[in-house]
Structures are given as C-alpha cells and as structure tokens.
C-alpha cells in the first residue's frame, strides 16, 4: 500500500477491465513521472469522454450529438438495418467497408445469468424502426456465441410476421466468440454470404 | 503414436525427471507411493489438459514449488511433436507446441492420444450417470473433435436456460407475473432442441459402434461369466435412432409435456444431460447386482472397448494400464496380455513385476522416490 493520491490512482486503475493490480502500478507510477502536459491530456479525455459522448437517440450507438456519424450521413440507405449488439460492433463491421446501411445497437444480448432479458434491451425501440416500413431488410448481427444466437432467434420470430426479410451472418465466424474479434476479411465475407432465416 | 520422452520438472513427487520410452511395450515397476500414478498422470495431461484424479491442478505442482512443467515428445507417423505445458495453480496454462507458444492451451489437444485405465475408473461403473456420459463425451470428442463444441454449446444452453427458469420460479414465489420472464422460453427450448439432438445423435451413434467391442472386450479379461452389454439410456424413450430431425421433434414434444414440472422446479429436466448409459452383465443391469470384481473388470472393458475403437478408426493412441495385473488371475492376465501386446505403446504399471505375464515384457523401469532409471 502506498500513501494517499498514488494509491487512489492504482485502486480507480485497478476496477479498469483487463488491468491488474500489477499493471496499475505501473501505469499510475508512469503517470507520476509523465511529462505535466501528457497527464493534462489525458485528464481531458477522461472528462470529455463522459460530458460529450451520448447515445444516439436513432440507433443507440456512441455519438457526440442527437445523432450519431451513421445516422447523419445522407448517402447510406435505410432499406437495410444491421442489429448489433454493442457499439465496438458497429466499428468491427465498418472496417469491413461491406455495408452502406444502417445500424441498431441493442446494448448486449438477452442472459438469463446476468439477469437480461428483452426488456433490458433496445428491442421495442428496434420494432419502432422497423414498423416505420421503411427497412426491407434487417440482419442480425450479434455475435456467433449462446446468447447472440439466441438473441437472433428471439429477433427473427419476433420480426419475421411483419414482412421483411431477415438474414443472419454467414457461418465461419469464430465459433463462440465476440464480433470485434473477427478480422475484416472473415466478417466482410460473413456479410456477404449472409443467409435468410 | 508413441511418447518417445517425458520430462518433469516440480510435478507432483518428482523434482526433475527425465524418461526415454520405446514404442512398444514399458513397465513401470516400483512400490507404493513412488511415482509411478504421477508419471502416467502427466501423460495423461497432455493428452486431456485434465488430471484422472484431481479436479484442481495444485496437487499437480510439487509441494513448496510455484509451478509445474511437463514436457512431452511424441512421435506419430514418422513425425515428431514437442508439446510444453506449464501448470500454474490459480491461472491459465501456458502451451508451447514445437517450441512456439500457442494461444490456447487447447491446440495441443490432439497432439498425444491415449486411453488410460486406473483403479479410479471404478467410479464409470459404480458413479452417479455423469461419470458415464463424461466417458461417452471425452470418447466422442476424441473421434470427432467437433463435438467439443457442441457439448460446450448445450451445456451453456442448459446454464441460460436453468437461470431463466429459476429466475421465474423465484419471481412466481414473491407473486410476480410469470408470463413476462418466460418470453424467451421458446428460443431456447429451439436451441436447446437443436444441440441437444445433435449431441445425442452422436452418443447414440458412438454407443453403437462401442457395444461390440466391449462384450468383447469383457469377455477377454472376465470369460464365461455371461455376456456384457451397453446401451444409451434416453428419458427421451427406447431404441432412439441417430436422426436429428426426429431428435430435436422429440425433445421439443418432451418440453411441452414438462412445461410445468420444469416451471415448478425450476431447471430443465429434458435432454442428453439426464441420459446414461446402461450396463448389463447377462440379464442383470451392473448397478446393485455385479460383485466388485465384476465392476472392476468392467469398468476396464470400458476403457479397452474405447481403446479398440480408437484403433478401428485408425487413431492408435497409446495404452496406459495402471495397477491393472495385480487384480487378475494367471489366466485372465494371459488373456489380457494377448488383447493388448501389439499396441503400438503400451505403459504398465505395478507394483510386483512377476504380476505382469511374461508375454508383456518390454522394456523395465524402476521407479524409486522422484528417480525413474531403465533397468532393461
Ligand atoms: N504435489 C505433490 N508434491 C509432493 N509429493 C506429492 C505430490 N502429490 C503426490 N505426492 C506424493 O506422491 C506419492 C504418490 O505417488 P503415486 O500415486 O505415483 O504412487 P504409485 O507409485 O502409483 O503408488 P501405488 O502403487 O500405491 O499406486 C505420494 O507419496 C504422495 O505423497
Ligand atoms: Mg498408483
Ligand atoms: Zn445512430
């Protein structure tokens, strides 16, 4: 244990997720020795993350107004919706420059074992979208593992009787993994191989 | 496939220990309590990354030491793998394979092949029915390393779908509506249907393609005591046929018509995780009727019917009897021998060395407190 400031910092480093206690040591004593204007930076960042990042009220990815960057951007189409389930989604599949439609993001998937389910997500908010009539198709884009596979089925059955389609990425995807960990070249052709279900 | 050496640094007993193996047959001869389990229990490590006797790994590292090494050459078709695992209690594994670290410790899987019969495996016999579909599954995915991931995904599925069911249980307990948790139920019945069948079509299939080899097999080291059989055992009903289709229909009938016992008790009582499998000597099932030697020798009937598969599939893993001559008579060791003697390796252990016939000797080992030295 250190004394005072030096340990607050380890201890907020620490609760970080994939930060131990080891490396919070070393980031707050890098931090300690960090030229003054380096730390203020970073201090900045830390405190415009929280006071200028919002939820796109549209799709409910990140943003840093009403709307987030995809929702504004007028050439994009609205005939096709992407569901993801976390804003990192979004990122991993505009890496992959396949898809010129729309997003929405969920905000995870349904998980008994943490006590998630529809109503915890942005579901009814999605079948407003969807109800507008203005999407032809939706693909469902959560992630290749036991709840985003489930979260799929539960979306399709839900949405299927109103008359889209609804396709879900092609097979070949890490089995059980997260999408942000697929490279480009594995999601861009699980987009396009994409399949009705 | 054979191990062509082994060494170990703070596993178990031993501090540092190196052994050169032959192909063909090894006995390990030493008394009690001197390394001998531990040696054969590294070995079988690196084939499962699991022990055969302990669910956790600190009994693995050697008293007062931090961590354990097993290092293990294997040469399989004319090609020589070298497969490093370090064992640190209360973290993640780390594997290299031929001298470059792999991401998971689960590549390695593969790489060494063995079926291992120790006196633990009594419990496949005389244990609660997980000891048997674990024996079943582990041979599964040794036949088709597919079926890993299915049985992850089932088992993560029943998880999901037991928390759904318990949190509506609770809930109905203090009033709540029950409708408005159970909205999901249907997904997963459909997933769990969907796994479920396929994990049991592949059980029924494996069961199979097993049961001759273990009447046989039984036969060979407990003759003319009638004859032994297995069957998978499914709530599901009898003589199920391996067609998923009709699988998944039927565990989504059989979810219907538990619905409310499920509600109630909050976890599902459909699917392959209630199956077994059922052992029969003659007309009599094994539990509560066979004498101990009968459950001894059929629990090794189980391992060797499993080694026999493997072979018949054209995997020849390597064999590992341990303790296994000292509980038979003269001429069912001579039986045993000769099911056994063309193994491509073969590792045995006892405590006697007259106990093994004359037709398995190989190459002799004597083990001796944290020393393995070659004495013929
Ligand atoms: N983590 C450990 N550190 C030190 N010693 C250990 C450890 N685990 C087990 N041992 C010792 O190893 C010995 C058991 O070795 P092992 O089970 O290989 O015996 P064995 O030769 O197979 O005997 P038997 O013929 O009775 O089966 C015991 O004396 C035990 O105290
Ligand atoms: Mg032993
Ligand atoms: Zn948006």
């Known amino acids: 244990m250190y004394e005072g400031a030096i340990q607050d910092l380890i201890d907020e480093l620490g609760r970080l997720p994939g930060v131990g206690p080891k490396s919070a040591q070393r980031i707050a004593f890098h931090v300690l020795s960090a030229d003054p204007a380096d730390v203020n930076r970073l201090a900045t960042a830390l405190r415009k993350v929280k006071d200028l990042v919002r939820f796109c009220t549209t799709c409910f990815n990140v943003a840093e107004s009403e709307q987030c960057r995809v929702c504004r951007d007028p050439r994009r189409t609205n005939e096709v919706l992407c569901v993801v389930e976390e804003p990192k989604d979004v990122v991993a599949i505009e890496r992959t420059g396949e898809f010129r439609g729309r997003y929405h993001v969920l905000g995870g998937a349904i998980n008994p074992l943490e006590g998630i389910g529809p109503d915890n997500l942005k579901i009814r908010e999605l079948l407003f979208r969807v109800g507008t009539g203005e999407v032809k198709e939706l693909i469902l884009a959560t992630d290749p593992n036991t709840e985003g596979e489930a979260t799929a089925t539960y979306l399709a059955l839900l949405i299927k009787p109103m008359g889209l389609t609804v396709t879900r990425l092609a097979s070949g995807l890490p089995v059980g993994g997260d999408l942000e960990y697929a490279d480009e070249i594995t999601l861009g052709r699980a987009f396009e191989g994409r399949r009705a279900v | ?376």
């Open chain 2, 1 to 376: 496939m054979h191990v062509r050496r082994v060494e170990l640094t703070d596993f178990r007993s031993y501090e540092r220990v190196a052994v050169d193996l032959d192909p063909g047959v090894s006995v390990l001869v030493g008394q009690n309590g001197m390394g001998k389990t531990n040696l054969i229990e590294a070995l079988g490590y690196v084939a499962t990354l699991d022990s055969h006797r302990v669910a956790t790994d600190a009994p693995l590292v050697r008293a007062g030491a931090a961590s354990a090494v097993i290092r293990c050459a294997i040469v399989h078709e004319g090609r020589e793998l070298l497969v490093e695992l370090e064992i640190v209690p209360g973290r993640a594994n780390r594997a290299r394979l031929n001298r470059s670290p792999v991401r998971r410790p689960r590549e390695v899987l593969g790489a060494l092949r063995m079926v291992l019969f120790a006196p633990e495996d009594l419990e496949l016999v005389r244990g609660d029915p997980s000891e048997r579909r674990r024996y079943l599954d582990d041979l599964l995915v040794a036949r088709q390393p597919r079926f890993a991931g299915v049985r992850a995904d089932y088992d993560r599925v029943v998880k999901q779908r037991n928390a759904l069911l318990r949190n509506a249980y609770l809930n109905r307990k203090v009033g709540g509506t029950r409708g408005q948790d159970l909205s999901t139920l249907a997904v997963w019945d459909h997933h769990l249907a969907h796994h479920g069948a396929e994990l049991l079509a592949g059980r029924l299939e494996l069961a199979a393609a097993l049961a001759p080899h273990l009447t046989k097999a039984y036969d060979a080291v407990a003759p003319g005591r009638g004859a032994a059989a297995i069957a998978y055992a499914s709530r599901l009903g009898e003589a199920l046929q391996a067609d998923r289709p009709a699988l998944e229909a039927a565990i989504l009938e059989r979810l219907q018509e538990r619905r409310v016992a499920e509600i109630e008790r909050g976890m599902t009582l459909v699917g392959p995780h209630r199956d077994d499998l059922a052992l029969s000597l003659g007309d009599l099932p094994v539990k509560g009727y066979a004498s101990h030697g009968e459950c001894w020798s059929f629990a090794l009937a189980l391992r060797l019917a499993a080694y026999d598969l493997l072979r018949s599939d054209g995997i020849e893993p390597v064999l590992v009897l341990d303790d296994v001559f000292a509980e038979l008579d003269g001429s069912r060791r001579e039986r045993l021998a000769g099911l056994v003697s063309d193994a491509a390796q073969l590792l045995v252990t006892c405590a006697v060395p007259e106990d093994v016939p004359a037709s398995l000797r190989g190459a002799r080992f004597d083990v001796v407190t944290g020393a393995v030295s070659r004495v013929s």
